[in-house]
Nanobody, 118 residues
Framework: QVQLVESGGGLVQAGGSLRLSCAAS????????MGWFRQAPGKEREFVAA????????YYADSVKGRFTISRDNAKNTVYLQMNSLKPEDTAVYYC???????????WGQGTQVTVSS
């Protein structure tokens, strides 16, 4: 079992930055691929970014490529999402997720709200 807790969300002006954190419980964190997803009001949840267990590979949605960076610190059981050049369309609840493989996520956090004002 893995429990995930996101933090770092908030209100920011367009063009600003935020860093989200996702703290995981359990000693097997380092064996999981980690992902960030988001869900805007009235829309389906969508993929944002992912990182393999070693951190050797990362994946991004086209909409955030070049602006967001995913990273992880296995010693701290934490995955991060650095978000720069934020746009109003980035407004959403952001969730982190863990899974044995990228693309197959079994565990989800409760989400953190990100609001970007224009």
């Amino acid at each position: 079992q893995v429990q995930l807790v996101e933090s770092g969300g908030g209100l920011v002006q367009a063009g600003g930055s935020l860093r989200l954190s996702c703290a995981a419980s359990g000693r097997t964190f380092a064996s999981y691929a980690m992902g960030w997803f988001r869900q805007a009001p009235g829309k389906e949840r969508e993929f944002v970014a992912a990182i393999t267990w070693s951190g050797g590979s990362t994946y991004y949605a086209d909409s955030v490529k070049g602006r967001f960076t995913i990273s992880r610190d296995n010693a701290k059981n934490t995955v991060y999402l650095q978000m720069n050049s934020l746009k109003p369309e980035d407004t959403a609840v952001y969730y982190c997720a863990a899974g044995v493989l990228h693309g197959s996520y079994n565990y989800w956090g409760q989400g953190t709200q990100v609001t970007v004002s224009s």
